[in-house]
């Protein structure tokens, strides 16, 4: 079902705006404005922290040539956002009934952190959808599937949340791990039903979240260069499909290699390291919740639709960000590789071809993401503000 995009005035939160690792490290990565999410615990020093949205964003310069006329006739409209949804695929070996730091089982922590996520009240406006592998019937002995086909079928299809919440929690509830860990062709399977789901679906942007515990023991290819090749493979093709990783490890999987595997394929799929969560630490459940949130608000995009009003005169639309009481202009960069540290947006088709979207400069799009109260707007008839 197609879910309602987001209504009016835009409230863009700060959710995994920024990384957080044990011992509170930071590190940035260039790409994708990725994070380094090694031995991933939730997020706790971020609280009283505050981000100037005017931080990498110039204000319009009074007297510019290319500034917006006073004078001219204008109608403003609030930005609305470009619909975002997850695709989850489930690792359910049997592994996941390996107890954890606190004595549950990974399984039953991974249920329970996926509950308070889709009752999260800050997920309504997305679509998430779920789907498992291996897949392998009963009296199979746990052996897993190997066919992408197999892989590419929602066990609970993409559908709005909150509503869809339910049927996930069911079908959860309804799985029990038994199987061995086919990751190559799960991921393949995913994003290929994420790229159907967004074939059908043009002004979306579907993400893949692979959570697995284990490395791959079954179906080829098992070498995370393999794997890696179909994330990256997504990604690179327009509209991309991004990939996102969660692990939750074993300190055997760990000394094994396993979160330099997780992090091969999650730099393919999105530019960024693993979310890797330590199965022996106190509490998996509350850091594998804070990975989904992370994830959550890592791929919210930082784009929003060309109102209809504007019609066919594309140089006189101008982005305007609210915080704090104060109104910034954004520049018009023209495109993606002219982004500088003053941020700015350019349109996803250049004109004289049809733009659909408003996209927002990587300096830009991280101002937003750390502002709890910005609000965006498009402002209709009046020039185009451009760079000095």
Known sequence: ML????????????????????GNERDELAEDGGRDARAFDPPADDAGESFDVGEGLDPAPSGDAGAADAKCASSTTSATPVPLDLFFMLDQSGSMKETTGSGTTKWTAIKGAFKSFLADPAAAGIAAGLGYFGRAGFFSDGKSSCAVGDYAKADVPIAALPGVGSSIATSLLLHDPFTDTPTGPALAGALQYARAFQTAHPGHVVSVVLATDGL???????????????????????????????????DADLGKGAAT???????AGNGAPAFV????????????????L?????????EYLVPAGVGADYDKVNVRVTSGGSVTTLPYVERADKCGPAGGWYYDVPPPGKPTRVLTCPATCKALSADGAGKVDIEIGCATLRPK
């Open 261 to 267: 595997n997780l992090d091969t394929i999650s730099k």
């Open 216 to 250: 791959p023991t079954a179906c080829a290819p098992l070498d995370a260069d393999g794997i890696a090749a179909f994330a990256a493979k997504a990604r690179a093709e327009s509209p991309p499909i991004r990939t996102y990783v969660i692990g939750v490890m074993s």
């Open 277 to 292: 969560i330590k199965s022996t630490g106190s509490d998996v459940e509350k850091a594998f919740l804070s990975a989904l």
């Open 3 to 22: 879910r309602p995009l987001l209504v009016t005035t835009l409230v863009l939160t700060a959710l995994g705006c920024a990384p957080h690792n044990v």
């Open 294 to 302: 992370a994830i959550r608000g890592t791929a919210l995009p930082c």
